[in-house]
Structure formats: structure tokens, C-alpha cells
């Protein structure tokens, strides 16, 4: 068990921001947030998956809607003790722990959020690895988990949605989320301790503190922040090189385009929300569901596909995804073919 | 008969001015060093700039100011007023007002707040109606905590702004005397970012008031009897009462004045601009007459924002930069140049000392004897900055060269040819700010709600603001549309969006 200091959150919300691979929402407000609930005396506790007893409840949370309404309708205090008031039947009186459903973005630190308002611990873990686009993207379903019920909280209404597959789940939760206000606390994949350590991804929020502190730090000494990233991590480098054009459209809530790197060779970025495929020459070199990522070369700081801007020196990075998703089940769900891109899905070469 | 134009430039170093007529030339100019109350120094500066008019004021037709008070105020904390934050959103939020805050600006601001019950949808829709009563107990909550002034924060106000209309009405009928901001006057989407702009343009108040309020009194003790304009942070100029109610617009019109000046002096529309001043450098990109803008939040001191702000790059080099074992800075002797420099006597060297060592500069008074350096040193170390210039041009305007203009107090120090690509160094550039200041434009904004399947809404919102530009002094044949945001209300009938549209001219003075 570790407590979560005021230190920690910068490198968090930097290290989020590279698992969101492109996307899952800018954590600036989720880190400011947890800055101020530790410093006006909140405590996080954080728990391993070796730490998490088998008879607790560990309910995974996140926020959904639109980025745009979420900078402006900011989550309430009473908004995450309902959540915690509409799992409290479910849990049955086991002890709670609050896990990310997904590490990548914003959605990354809002459990560390609730589990200082709940008073709770929270779990270094998560569903995805990374950030995903959809509900039924997460590790638990290679496994057979379905996210029913699913819970839904917004300012000033609630809904528990029951289905029996994934995909209707998030028809429904869709249509609600709207009627909340396009802003919504959610809460599913809600387990035990002994189904979570089976089926979840452990130690993706240290993951995450390790990649922001090395690249912190790489900037602080002046040394170059991808070497120093590709210290904590399994990736390599793809090119180098300056945004020149950028293609996007609005798609179904969806902000789906390319991007066009001009270095030694020309580099193109395929994205829907994240970052899916990597382009050298013509060719497919690096694909979802591996973390792809545009950084900034100077700082090393993540690029969100809704912040590309053009003329800033960039580097591509491929980062390797969690195991459970390079299996043939995981590719299913979450490789390039589960997104349009008619190419297999190939291994990074370190 | 000619008319004048006196353009002021009110630094924390330094108070510039010029006197220019109607055929743009510059009749007269001059720097003096800003007082403690920075009021006191004007009186001053419009006697020795006026000189050529012999004391016949009739032809001044318009004063133009340009001042970083306001930004100074918020750096040092200085005259701040204790603010009270009346927020409209569902229920208290996660976050508190002033979060992540320098603590030294926060204390002496002191924020209180009441979170009242309401806000609306990003539909337009009101989550909840604000009760009368429960903000009357929120206004003698804060007032009564000894709070000075108050700011409105609402949710989705940008789209919808009646709520924090209706809180700030009962705050004028409860509290007359009390200043209130309402932040759907301060920016758009982004709550924390919007809150924060509030908060420092309540606490700015009273500091602003005295200061404006004196400098009008002493232009007028002076027998000049012309409308008095505020630069604001995008270049254009706004009335005194505008001025007064949003000293927030007013904190990065620094940098966008000096910006506008060096292009007008060098007679460039699209160049890079480095303000050399005593203690800092600013350097900004100017795009057809005026300052690009950033795409990335702005703040100051600290202090995110969401208004659109000049895209700036500030470094810590100046004329006072203070030079010792081979680094430039970033403390700098700052306005005791003439006490602690070694060329007027002082122990200090400093990146000017170095200039007169070589011979680049010459100052009444100063010796290069006194300076103790080698000439060879002061050469490397003029290079030094000189490279650390080009860096700060090249990052800001990217790969392309565009041509560099060098403007401010310290922009004699360094001779065009340590330059490796082509810079200018226009005349009278110690006082482009006063020059940009003068040469600014006249706005109008609107800010209205639209049918966007009403072909013609947007035409109506463009004639609108151009009416409104003429009516506040603009030259009709110059106005033009430079800003227009639409931000539509999501998920709802009829296509309704915000419309923001600026337009701006240039005055009518000439």
C-alpha cells in the first residue's frame, strides 16, 4: 500500500496522458482536482493486485461523454457518493477498492479522485492498458465478463442498465449519457477481488507514474525525453520529424483523420480518437493495439489527436500493449481489423 | 490644422510616450521611469512630449494607453481585492476556486465562495433555477466573511448567461458598491480556466479604479480634453468605463502593443518582434499588423486562462541581465541600471556594461574604463545573447525566415551584425509600446444567440457589430471582421449557437 502524494500528480497526469495513445481525454482537470482534494488533506491509498483481498468488491469507474462538456460540467462531490450509493446493494457489505476502467487519460486519475471522496482505496490496475474508445474494449470480456449492470450517474438523475451483450449496453448508455447531459460518472465490470486478478491489467497507475516522472525528469536534466520513455517501457522509436498536414472529421461523435510527419521519410498517422496505425513509406509498420503515440521532441509530452497542431517537431513512438490484447482473442477485439484497417497486426521489433 | 494622437505605454520599468499627428509621423517621444504610483509619472511624460504644440492642446484629439499595471498588480500580488465566488453548477464541484494557485496570489486575494444551486445543460437547458433567497444568503455570506469584490462563475454560462446575470443584478440591488464580475464576460467553455479570469478581474477592482481614475485626472489637469482609450490584450483600444469593468482584458496588452509599434515602425505586416527590456525579452509573431495568437491556454503568473492571448516567449534577457561565469542572468539590476552597473560606478555587470565595453552603446555618463571586463569577454558575451535571442526568433516563427525586428530599451545594445540572419532595428524603438498603443484600433464585439438554419443570422450578427464599431469612433471605411466564433448548443433543435463576432477599424481621431 502506498499513499499518493501531491508530488506524484504531475507525473501522472503526464504519464496518463501517453497510455491515452492520442486519446481518452486531457487530464488537466482530473489532475487539478486531485492536487486539491490532497492538498486540502483527502488521502489516497493504493493498493497492488497482490495487496487486494479476494472477498473485496473492486468496481471500476470512469467518466463518459463529451470532451468539450466535460471542461465545463466538472464531476460533483455528491455525483461520486451516489455512484458509491448505487453499487452499495451489489457489494453486499465487501470491502470496496476503486480501479480505473481505463488508465489512458483523464479516466486515468479520476479513481484516485473517488477514492479520496469515498474514503477508500483504490487499486493499481486497470481494464485496458490504455485508452480505448468503447465499453466492451477491456480485458475482463476475453475472459467473459459483460458490463451489465451498468451504472450511470450525472448531476441531477441516475440509471442502472441490465443487457446481455456489451454492445447493446453501450447503445443504451449512449442514449442516456445524452439525456445526463453529455457528462456522466459510470461505473461497471464491478467483481471480487479473486475474479479481478484473473482478468484485469495490474500495475498500469505506477506504469503510468513511472513514464511521467522519467520524462519530467529528462526534461528537468536536459536529456532527450523518448530515450529516457523508452527506459520504463517496451517500444521503439518510428520517425522523427515535423506535422505538415492534418486531415480530420467529425465521425458519429468519433474524430477520426490522419496526420503527416515530414522527416527522413514521410510518416503518416492513422487515428479514430486514439492513434490506430503507423505509416512509414507506404507501408503499415506499427498498429493498435499497441500504444502509438505522437510526442513533442523537446518536452516529450503526449499529443492528443485533438491537439495536433501543425509545424511542431514530433516523434512517432510505438509502445508495446499488455500481453492479453497481442493474443489472437485480444486482436479480435482490439486489433486493427476491430477499427477498418484491413492489415494483420504486427509485433513490435525491439 | 493637423490633430495629435498621444499614445502612452505605462511598463513597470519604464513609462513611454509619443505624440503623433495625422499624417502618422512621430512629432515627439520620450521615456521616463515609472513611478511608485504609476499615475504620478504621466503628468510628466504629456508635458515634455507636448512641447512641440506650445501649449496649444486643441489639436490632441484622442489619448491611447497602453499599461501593465494590471499584470504587475497580479505578479507581485500588489492592491489585490479579497474576492468572494458565488459559483451556479449542480452541486459543489471537485475542484475549489483557486486551485493549484501561487499561494502568494491567493492569499492575498483570499477567495470565499458559495456554491448556489443551478447552472445549465451544453443543450441550453437550466439544470436548475437559481432561488432569490438562497443567493441573498450567499451575497451576506461573503460580504459579511469581508470579501470586496464579487465574481460569478455559472456553468455553461459562455452558451447561457442569464443566471449569472440575474445573481449579479441581485448583488447591485443588495450591495451597490460592491464590483461583481460575471465570467460569461471573461471567456468561454472551460470552467476552471473561465473561473479563474473572474477572479483576478474582481481582485483587479479597486487597483485599476485608482490608477485609470488618476491618469484620466491628470491628463485632464493637463488642458487636454480628448477621449481617453485602454489598449486590451488583442491590440485594439476600449472606452475608460469598458476598461474599468474588465481590467483582465488589459494583462498581456504589454507585449501586443510593442508587437503592433516595431511592425508599424519597421513598416512590416508579418515579422518576429523581440521586445528587449531591462530584466526580460518577449518575443512574438506578428501576422498581418497584429500578434499571432496562442492555441494553448494562456496564464499569467501561474494561472491558467482560457482567453486567446498573444503567443508569447519570454526569456530572462535584458540590458540589466546580469552577466558572471559564462551565464547571462536571469537576475538582472533591473531600473538601478545607473546605481549598481560598473560603467556608472556600480559592482555589478551587467549585458549593457558589456555593450559600452565594446563600444556598441554609448550612454552619457557611463564609462567603459569603469567596466571590468576584457573586451574580448564582453564581445563573447554579447554573442552569447545574442545566440540566445536567435533561438527564442527561430522557435517562435519556426523553420521560415520571416524577417526580425528589434524593439525596447535594450534593443541598441546589440549591433545588427552579430545577427546571423537579417534583423532591423527600426528608429524610435525604445518606444514601440507607446507607438502600438497609439496606432491601435478600434473593436466592437457582439455576443448573441442565433438560429444557425436562419440563413441570414449570421449577416445580421456582422452588420450588427459593424454598427457598433462606428458608433464607438471607428473609421466606417476601415472597419472589418477579424474574429467569429460560433459555438453551437449540442443536441438540439433548430441548429442555435453562440455567436461571438468581432470587428475592429481604425480611429476616427486623424
Known amino acids: ?350 | 490644422m493637423k490633430k495629435h494622437c498621444i499614445g502612452i505605454d505605462i511598463g513597470g520599468t519604464h513609462t513611454d510616450g509619443v505624440l503623433i499627428d495625422s499624417e502618422e509621423a512621430i512629432v515627439a517621444s520620450c521615456k521616463v521611469t515609472t513611478t511608485e504610483n504609476p499615475a504620478d509619472g504621466v503628468s510628466d511624460l504629456i508635458e515634455k512630449i507636448c512641447r512641440p504644440l506650445h501649449n496649444d492642446f486643441s489639436s490632441i484629439s484622442a489619448v491611447h494607453i497602453g499599461t501593465t499595471h494590471p499584470t504587475n498588480s497580479i505578479l507581485e500580488a500588489r492592491g489585490l481585492a479579497r474576492v468572494g465566488i458565488i459559483r451556479i453548477a449542480p452541486d459543489e464541484l471537485i475542484v475549489t476556486p483557486g486551485a493549484s494557485w501561487p499561494r502568494y496570489i491567493l492569499s492575498a486575494i483570499a477567495p470565499r465562495y458559495v456554491t448556489l444551486r443551478g447552472g445549465y445543460e451544453c443543450t441550453g437547458r437550466a439544470i436548475q433555477v437559481v432561488s432569490r433567497l438562497a443567493v441573498q444568503e450567499a451575497i451576506k455570506t461573503l460580504l459579511d466573511a469581508g470579501v470586496e469584490a464579487i465574481a460569478i462563475v455559472g456553468v455553461f454560462s459562455p452558451l447561457v448567461a442569464d443566471q449569472e446575470k440575474y445573481v449579479r443584478d441581485l448583488v447591485h440591488a443588495f450591495a451597490p458598491h460592491v464590483p461583481v464580475t460575471c465570467s460569461s464576460d471573461i471567456g468561454g467553455i472551460g470552467f476552471i480556466d473561465r473561473e479563474n479570469g473572474a477572479i483576478l478581474n474582481a481582485s483587479l477592482a479597486y487597483a485599476v479604479n485608482q490608477t485609470l481614475g488618476k491618469i484620466s485626472q491628470h491628463i485632464a489637469d493637463s488642458g487636454i480634453h480628448a477621449p481617453i482609450r485602454i489598449s486590451q490584450n488583442d491590440g485594439t483600444l476600449m472606452d475608460c468605463v469598458t476598461a474599468l469593468r474588465f481590467p483582465v482584458r488589459m494583462i498581456s496588452a504589454g507585449p501586443t502593443n510593442s508587437a503592433v509599434g516595431a511592425a508599424h515602425l519597421a513598416g512590416l505586416d508579418h515579422c518576429v518582434v523581440a521586445d528587449i527590456g531591462g530584466t526580460s525579452t518577449d518575443v512574438v509573431v506578428v501576422r498581418g499588423g497584429i500578434p499571432r495568437k496562442s492555441y494553448k491556454n494562456s496564464s499569467i503568473g501561474g494561472i491558467s486562462l482560457n482567453a486567446r492571448m498573444p503567443d508569447v516567449i519570454s526569456i530572462a534577457l535584458g540590458g540589466g541581465s546580469i552577466v558572471a561565469a559564462g551565464r547571462i542572468g536571469p537576475s538582472s539590476v533591473s531600473r538601478a541600471l545607473r546605481q549598481k552597473s560598473e560603467a556608472f560606478g556600480g559592482t555589478s555587470c551587467t549585458l549593457t556594461d558589456c555593450a559600452i565595453k565594446t563600444g556598441a552603446l554609448m550612454i552619457d555618463g557611463a564609462d567603459p574604463a569603469c567596466v571590468k571586463m576584457s573586451f574580448v569577454h564582453a564581445e563573447e558575451y554579447l554573442v552569447k545573447a545574442v545566440r540566445s535571442l536567435e533561438r527564442a526568433l527561430v522557435a517562435l516563427r519556426g523553420a521560415h525566415p520571416i524577417p526580425a525586428v528589434l524593439v525596447g530599451g535594450g534593443a541598441s545594445l546589440f549591433p545588427a551584425d552579430l545577427f546571423k540572419e537579417h534583423v532591423v532595428i527600426p528608429s524610435h524603438a525604445g518606444v514601440a509600446n507607446a507607438v502600438g498603443a497609439a496606432f491601435g484600433k478600434i473593436s466592437a464585439t457582439i455576443d448573441t444567440v442565433v438560429s444557425l438554419a436562419d440563413a441570414d443570422s449570421l449577416s445580421v450578427a456582422r452588420a450588427t457589430v459593424y454598427e457598433k464599431a462606428e458608433q464607438a469612433g471607428a473609421n466606417p471605411k476601415t472597419i472589418s471582421i477579424v474574429d467569429e466564433v460560433v459555438i453551437p448548443y449540442a443536441y438540439t433543435e433548430g441548429n442555435m449557437a453562440r455567436v461571438v463576432v468581432m470587428a475592429t477599424g481604425e480611429s476616427l481621431w486623424k
Open chain 1, 1 to 350: 500500500m502506498i499513499l499518493i502524494s501531491q508530488d506524484m500528480c504531475a507525473a501522472l497526469a503526464e504519464g496518463v496522458a501517453v497510455l491515452g495513445s492520442g486519446g481518452g481525454g486531457e487530464p488537466s482537470l482530473e489532475r487539478l482536482a486531485l492536487s486539491d482534494l490532497l492538498y486540502r488533506g483527502y488521502q489516497v491509498r493504493m493498493i497492488t493486485v497482490e495487496e487486494l483481498p479476494a472477498d473485496a468488491y473492486v468496481v471500476p469507474v470512469a467518466c463518459m461523454g463529451a470532451p468539450m462538456v466535460a471542461f465545463e460540467k466538472i464531476p460533483t462531490i455528491s455525483q461520486c457518493l451516489a455512484l458509491s450509493r448505487m453499487i452499495k446493494d451489489a457489494a453486499a457489505g465487501r470491502p470496496l477498492v476503486i480501479m480505473a476502467a481505463e488508465i489512458g487519460g483523464g479516466n486515468g486519475i479520476l479513481p484516485l479522485i473517488m477514492a479520496a471522496l469515498l474514503e477508500v482505496p483504490v487499486l493499481d490496475a486497470d481494464l485496458m492498458g490504455r485508452a480505448f474508445p468503447e465499453i466492451p474494449m477491456v480485458a475482463p470480456v476475453l475472459f467473459g465478463a459483460i458490463p451489465s449492470p451498468f451504472y450511470m450517474v450525472g448531476t441531477d438523475g441516475a440509471a442502472t442498465i441490465t443487457a446481455d451483450s456489451p454492445v447493446r449496453i453501450e447503445d443504451i448508455a449512449r442514449g442516456i449519457c445524452v439525456s445526463l447531459g453529455s457528462a456522466a460518472l459510470v461505473a461497471t465490470y464491478c467483481m471480487d477481488g479473486a475474479t479481478a486478478r484473473s482478468c484485469i491489467i495490474p500495475g498500469t497507475v505506477s506504469l503510468a507514474f513511472h513514464i511521467g516522472h522519467a520524462l519530467i525528469a529528462a526534461r528537468i536534466d536536459g536529456k532527450d525525453p523518448i530515450a529516457a520513455l523508452l527506459r520504463v517501457v517496451k517500444g521503439r522509436e518510428y520517425a522523427r520529424g515535423t506535422i505538415v498536414s492534418i486531415e480530420h472529421t467529425l465521425d458519429n461523435g468519433f474524430l477520426r483523420g490522419r496526420v503527416l510527419i515530414s522527416g527522413d521519410a514521410d510518416t503518416v498517422l492513422i487515428f479514430k480518437n486514439e492513434y490506430l496505425a503507423i505509416k512509414s513509406a507506404g507501408k503499415i509498420v506499427a498498429t493498435t493495439p499497441d500504444i502509438l503515440l505522437l510526442l513533442d521532441e523537446q518536452t516529450g509530452a503526449a499529443i492528443a489527436t485533438e491537439a495536433l497542431t501543425h509545424g511542431i517537431r514530433v516523434v512517432a513512438v510505438a509502445i508495446q500493449a499488455p500481453a492479453v490484447w497481442r493474443t489472437l482473442q485480444g486482436l479480435s477485439l482490439v486489433g486493427p481489423r476491430a477499427f477498418g484497417i484491413e492489415t494483420p497486426y504486427q509485433e513490435i521489433q525491439i
